[in-house]
């Protein structure tokens, strides 16, 4: 088990080390300076000595392997580096955003797994049945629904039937609960619809697939009542990819959730990224990539374990 | 005789010619939820086509005396904060979604399907970089990577269909890759590599042609997505750009600022990627069940 653990870990840093090095190059190829950006923006006169002096104050005028390394040595020490727009190091500025968009994440995970889990079983046990078929086109229409104009519908509801706006200041959960779920509970409902869409499939799929082996058969043969069978025997069971494909959602959800933090006006990580690029802020962008990998590779890597430990015939494989 | 002849021979000619309509009755009558798929799809690209036709406006025409008009007999579906009617950009804007999304899948599931395939039949060391490659573009969601490819090179329709291919290149040579892994042992690739033939040929013309199910299953499964992608993009403003007519856009133009004044500005247009979404997501899970259900993922 130790080794498995051991050998995932490793495999993460090659990885990482190559969306380093692609993004870092890509957005380096670019044209576009941003120095000219910032000034241009202005409408000031920018004498050449002044954009030199910022050039070097970003240290735009090093070499660029210079400026990758210089940028790579940080990262174990947690110093992304500074943005090239604001002039705050970097690290900074994830990490006021990030709690919330963890917190959204987890919200909307939840939200997710409590919808498609049971929907998915029950659409499973009365397969064909005009329960399954509804279930069915409710999960397929939370694939097509765009997640941002639910959030609109939602927003458009609340003005129009309630006059009541979702609280635009983010709150931190530990200062005031009650705020921090009023706010954030609504992207979390519209992500997690979406989110629970892909879940309920899979829940459906497996589920249905583990009905037809022979221990639930022998479960049923034993007398066992069908509500036991279901969840001691079948669900336990269906549970693995379940959580595969539940964990590879959830990755995608911290740095992935851009338009629906436009659209509720939430400070995370996903407007950040809009508007770094909006800006062209390349070291912002590079680091808010990295950061989104990592996450992705690092849920990947738990839910593998997750797995792991649930079955044990993976770990000695 | 000369007739019963004739007549058969129009009976056999009738069946020949019928066969497509005989795939496609089997098909809605197998399966009614992708036959309706496929049917909003069809009513969609004669809207896209004839839309110069059937729309009562200009989508470009603003009319400052008509602003902000809710839904009426004029304006069907009311008009948006520059006077422009609502349902003309409504039916100018299925043309933008067909063309980016069909572009945008078609250009991902072929290059995907060549990069796939390639990996497949070379094998070895080749084979793993492109692996480990394909896998780094995996780990992003969609969107940030379509992203990151408008960081590099600017906004504009031509700029998001290649935005919206790159995400789509790795999960279709993902897919392709193990379809062709089990063609590379079959006894003709081997003929044809006893023979001589270069790699490229083989590929191309060997190879190819017999991953044609998944090839198809992929594109029709990621046309739904490119819409919804697209129309992510232009809500962002690093999409399509005004004036052109987006639905996406048209959402963006809509969103707060005119919620409690105007909200048919902000109903109609998510209706409508919604819906297209919706048709092509049923039209390529039946397409896929028949022809291949292994494919079946999510």
Request: positive net charge; hydrophobic residues 55%.
């Amino acid at each position: 088990m130790r080794l498995y653990v051991l050998k995932r870990l490793l495999l993460m840093i090659p990885t990482l080390l190559g969306v380093a090095v692609v993004v870092f190059f890509v957005l380096r190829v670019l044209p576009g300076d941003i120095v000219e950006l910032k000034y241009a923006g202005t409408g000031a006169y920018a004498p050449k000595e002044a954009m030199d002096r910022e050039r070097a104050q970003l240290g735009l005028d090093q070499p660029l392997w210079k400026q990758f390394t210089t940028w790579i040595v940080g990262i174990p020490r947690l110093d992304f580096g500074t943005s090239m727009w604001t002039g705050q190091p970097i690290s900074h500025e994830i990490a006021i955003r990030l709690e919330l968009s963890i917190e959204l994440a987890l919200m909307a995970t939840f939200v997710a797994v409590l919808i498609s889990v049971p929907l998915g079983t029950l659409a499973a046990v009365k397969q064909d049945t005009w329960i399954d078929y509804c279930v069915r086109v409710f999960s397929i229409a939370g694939l097509a629904i765009p997640s941002f104009w639910l959030g609109i519908i939602i927003i458009l509801a609340f003005v129009i039937y309630f006059h009541w706006l979702p609280p635009l200041i983010f709150t931190s959960f530990w200062v005031d609960p009650k705020e921090n779920l009023l706010q954030l509970i609504w992207p979390a409902l519209a992500v997690g619809y979406r989110y629970s869409a892909v879940a309920t499939r899979m829940t459906r799929s497996t589920i249905l697939e583990v009905l037809r082996e022979d221990y639930i058969r022998t479960a049923r043969a034993k007398g066992l009542w069908e509500q036991a069978v279901l969840i001691r025997h079948a669900l336990k069971n269906a549970l693995l990819p379940i959580i595969t494909v539940i964990g590879l959602e959830f990755a995608f959800l911290v740095g992935g959730l851009v338009v629906t933090e436009q659209v509720f006006n939430l400070n995370g990580i996903g407007k950040l990224f809009v508007e770094a690029i909006s800006q062209r802020d390349y070291t912002m962008v590079q680091s808010l990539v990295l950061l989104t990998s990592f996450v992705f590779i690092f849920v990947n890597f738990t839910t593998d374990l997750v797995n792991a430990w649930l079955d044990p015939r993976i770990r000695y494989q | 005789m000369v007739n019963a002849n004739v007549d058969s021979m129009a009976l056999l000619v009738a069946q020949r010619s019928n066969r497509w309509l005989d795939v496609s009755v089997r098909f809605a009558r197998r399966r009614p939820l992708g036959a309706a798929g496929a049917a909003i799809v069809v009513l969609m690209g004669l809207m896209a086509a004839l839309a110069e036709l059937i729309s009562p406006f200009n989508p470009l025409a603003t009319n400052y005396g008509a602003m902000l008009q809710a839904p009426g007999a004029a304006h069907w579906l009311g008009t948006d904060a520059f006077g422009r009617d609502v349902m003309t950009r409504i039916i100018y804007g299925s043309r933008t979604a067909l063309w980016v999304g069909f572009a945008s899948s078609f250009m991902g599931a072929t290059f995907g399907a060549i990069i796939g395939v390639a990996s497949a039949y070379f094998g070895g060391k080749a084979d793993l970089i492109i692996q480990r490659f394909m896998d780094m573009l995996l780990s992003f969601p969609l969107i940030v990577l379509a992203l990151v490819v408008v960081a590099v090179l600017g906004t504009g329709s031509t700029n998001v269909i290649l935005a919206i291919t790159v995400p789509m290149i790795p999960r279709c040579a993902l897919v392709l890759r193990s379809s062709a892994l089990s063609l590379r042992e079959t006894p003709f690739v081997e003929a044809s590599r006893a023979l001589g033939t270069g790699h490229v040929r083989i590929i191309f013309r060997h190879m190819l042609p017999n991953v044609m199910a998944p090839y198809l299953i992929m594109l029709t499964a990621f046309l739904g997505q490119a819409i919804l992608l697209e129309a992510s993009l232009s809500f962002l403003g690093l999409g399509v750009t005004e004036p052109e007519a987006a639905w996406g856009l048209m959402l963006r133009g809509a969103a707060v600022e005119f919620a409690e004044q105007a909200p048919w500005m902000a109903i109609y247009p998510g209706v409508a990627i919604s819906l297209s979404v919706f048709a092509f997501n049923l039209f390529g899970d039946s397409l896929r069940d028949a022809l291949d259900p292994k494919l079946r993922v999510s």
